[in-house]
């Protein structure tokens, strides 16, 4: 079993990453904002992944063992926090609008890492601006859960591997050698959600990261399951808030 490294601060800076690029398992003692003003970047732990393109962040509580994986060209920044102002002990996806952008690119750009003698308190200042705008910033319900029982989790696995299989859940649990009750029970209870908002969690996750690499439009709804371009449009519109054709603009 590889070993987790322990890191007793979490980071501030800047890390740029190459396309498919990452940070191995980790865990620090403090909180973490993890925000890509540039490509998509994904969070994962042992309870699922969180994914994230340049309007959203991640929220890291302490303690948790975590890894990074960059999908595309990404400008990684990293927010190290010692209080926690969102009152989270969970990972979130979070609203990052232009003022709140601003101010982690403004903050994560001081290559110093803390204030300097003559700063008269500026990054102090330019900190306490980022938590307000922070304890503001809407959760977005963007994670992608993982599953514990063996029989979901072959059906996940099955969608993992080819995100346009539209298959009916009751032939998917035929395959994983269950019941279609059986498994919307299991949808229900370990990823929260049902079976069809799980899959478009599931395809617009994929959706992000084939756009990152670059993939058309029109590619990655056929290769992602939408019956047409428009209609993962209006999906991925509505998820994120602007269509898939401005996402790496």
Known sequence: ?????????????????????GIDAHRHDTHQIVYACRGVLSVTTNAGTWVAPANRAIWVPAGTVHEHRAHGDTDLRLVGLTGNPL?????????????LRELIIAYTDDTAGGATPDDGGERARLLAVLLDRLRRA???????????????????????????DGRTLARLA???????????????????????QWRTQLR?????????DGVPVTAVAHR??????????????????????????
């Not at 279609?180 to 049902?194: D, I, P, Q, V, W």
């Not at 428009?230 to 603009?249: E, W």
């Open 174 to 196: 035929a395959a994983a050698g269950t019941s279609e009750r059986t498994l919307a029970r299991l949808c229900r209870r370990e990823l929260g959600m049902s079976f069809p």
């Open 138 to 164: 809407p959760e977005q319900p963007f994670h992608l859960p993982a599953p514990e029982d063996p029989r979901l989790a072959a059906v996940c696995a099955i969608l993992h591997r080819d995100p346009a």
């Open 87 to 99: 009152a989270l002990d969970r990972p979130a996806v979070l609203a990052v609008g232009p003022l």
């Open 1 to 21: 079993m590889p070993q987790i490294r322990h890191m007793p601060e979490a980071p501030t800076g800047r890390r740029p990453l190459a396309p498919g690029a």
């Open 224 to 249: 992602c399951g939408w019956a047409s371009a428009s209609a993962f449009i209006d999906v991925f519109r509505r998820a994120f808030g602007y269509t898939p054709g401005r996402a790496f603009t």
């Open 204 to 212: 617009l996750h994929h959706a992000l990261l084939l756009l990152a």
